[in-house]
């Protein structure tokens, strides 16, 4: 069955610096989001991807965050400068289409020390 | 914009009896409705989901789900749970923004 494949599966990083989150979709999907979870809470939407460019961010996708598909296959997730509340779950998910059901990646964990 | 409730943070079921756990959203027109499972340390897997059509929905694992339009309901059903079903699980709209919307997760505990 076809995955979505997210590197690394845990990293933890110093305040400040930058960190890449990386997601491989599934190959025939044209939509492609990321969701975090804090310790605890609920798993919250931050972006959506389509068509090369954002589709829709939240108020939490500020401008410390970024998303790029640099080829054909890989979606990553950079956070420019990172704070402790960053700390999180960081889901990738992709989809066929917009109203179709996700298919998540296992999550990377973030840990800003 | 679309909201979802999962009344119960934490269930204990005994191995062989039956499982429902209860998912209210708030949405003002017809609603995408996902279930997703997620076990320690693992990501989100979808278990079913519904667009429209039969309000009673087959999924993975042996878990079906029933949208109740009146009662802005879409719980989730096992008969027969296995200590594999021990695992947290969200309830999850999208509305017209194409965006998920997860509840806060029920954690299910399986006792022998």
């Known amino acids: 069955e076809p995955e979505v494949t997210q590197t690394p599966s845990h990293q933890v990083t110093q305040m400040g610096q930058e960190v890449i989150l990386r997601c491989v979709p599934i190959?025939?999907?044209?939509?492609f989001y990321w969701y975090r979870q804090i310790l605890g809470q609920k798993v919250e939407f931050l972006v959506s991807?389509?068509?090369?460019?954002?589709?829709?961010k939240s108020e939490i996708f500020d401008d410390q965050f970024s998303v790029e598909r640099p080829d054909g296959s890989n979606f990553t997730l950079k956070i420019r400068s990172t704070k402790l509340e960053d700390s999180a779950m960081y889901f990738c998910?992709?989809?066929?289409?917009?109203?179709?059901?996700?298919?998540f990646g296992s999550g990377t964990r973030l840990t800003v020390v | 914009a679309q909201s979802v409730t999962q009344p119960d943070i934490h269930i204990t079921v005994s191995e062989g009896a039956s499982l429902e756990l209860r998912c209210n959203y708030s949405?003002?027109?017809?609603?995408?409705l996902f279930w997703y499972v997620q076990s320690p340390g693992q990501g989100l897997q979808l278990l079913l989901k519904?667009?429209?059509?039969?309000?009673l929905v087959q999924g993975i694992k042996g878990f079906e789900a029933e949208f109740k339009r009146s009662q802005s309901s879409f719980n989730l059903r096992k008969p027969s749970v296995h200590w594999s079903d021990a695992a947290e699980y969200f309830c999850?709209?999208?509305?017209?923004?194409?965006?998920?919307?997860f509840g806060a997760g029920t954690t299910v505990t399986v006792r022998a």
């Open positions: 190959s025939n999907h044209l939509y």
């Open positions: 991807f389509y068509n090369n460019e954002i589709s829709e």
């Open positions: 949405y003002g027109a017809t609603p995408y």
């Open positions: 519904y667009f429209s059509g039969d309000t």
């Open positions: 999850a709209v999208v509305g017209n923004d194409y965006k998920l919307s």
């Open positions: 998910a992709s989809s066929v289409g917009q109203d179709d059901g996700y298919t």
